[in-house]
């Protein structure tokens, strides 16, 4: 009985962790209209850029190929999925550092992953809205219309993308932690990813060697799962083994990323450098 108090407790204090860390993200993101307004504004331009550079290599009769749109559309769904990684976790870790209250939120026994996630619930508020509004875009630019041929297994593996995307997020936030100043670290692991990622060029399609290192990044197999659940395509191996693929890697992130982050955490606490930057 004693025990099972104690773990409703336990489970009771997370929830409110995330409550809270939700609760402050989203008073953030609200409290400034122009972040909102830049997301509806850089969207269209992003589409531009992104896709018209791919489109130039193909038959203009192509240009309208809802299977290549789609295709395409899924890609700048994950875009976003990288950017939650990149800057969810690891500039939230950043700009404690430059306010002055990383010190402050690591001695709270509260979950370092709740902590340095907060930013992750604003974003996810933005992928969600990105989902229809890119869609709409899309309608409008090409005359293709997005369409979900398994919604269920679609909403299964985008969730667990985001998990995934934590997982990377905590690992790279303890990058973040050791280095100080990422610099242009972040931009140019975002391009990295991007590109050899899956995100918008098949591994299938990548000359070798660089369909190899595709295949060791992550990402490669939540986009092509994703687009199987919402296209219906071949998916690069065998289905079951990229679930099984997908999920060890998403766990091995989460795993690795708290343990980094704690072990990171320790060493600037002994010193002494927890704040600097």
């Given at each position: ?51 018209m ?23 700048m ?74 919604p ?46 899956g ?20 990402f ?14 071949q ?24 343990y ?18």
């Amino acid at each position: 009985m004693l025990g099972e108090l104690v773990r409703f407790q336990s489970i009771r204090s997370r929830l409110l962790e995330v409550y809270a860390s939700a609760y402050a993200s989203m008073k953030i993101y609200f409290r400034y209209p122009m972040w909102f307004i830049s997301d509806i504004v850089t969207t269209p331009l992003w589409i531009v850029i992104i896709f018209m550079p791919i489109l130039l290599f193909l038959p203009e009769s192509e240009w309208r190929n809802p299977e290549i749109i789609e295709a395409m559309y899924w890609g700048m769904i994950f875009l976003d999925l990288i950017s939650l990684t990149l800057w969810g976790i690891g500039m939230s870790i950043r700009r404690e550092q430059q306010q002055g209250t990383i010190e402050y939120l690591f001695i709270t026994n509260a979950s370092r992953a709740v902590i340095f996630s907060n930013r992750v619930f604003s974003r996810i508020l933005s992928l969600l809205m990105d989902v229809a509004y890119i869609a709409l875009i899309i309608n409008l630019i090409f005359g293709v219309s997005i369409t979900i041929v398994n919604p269920i297994e679609l909403f299964v593996y985008l969730a667990i993308s985001v998990l995934l995307a934590l997982g990377l997020g905590m690992m790279y936030g303890a990058v973040v932690l050791y280095l100080k100043n990422p610099g242009a670290l972040n931009n140019i692991l975002q391009f990295i990813i991007l590109g050899l990622g899956g995100i918008f060029i098949p591994p299938s399609r990548m000359p070798y060697p660089l369909n190899i290192v595709s295949l060791a990044i992550p990402f490669s197999y939540a986009i092509d799962l994703v687009r199987n659940a919402a296209m219906d395509t071949q998916t690069m191996i065998d289905k079951n083994l990229e679930i099984f693929i997908l999920l060890v890697s998403t766990m091995a992130s989460i795993i690795t990323g708290r343990y980094i982050l704690s072990k990171l955490e320790e060493v600037n606490k002994r010193s002494g450098k927890l704040g600097t930057y």
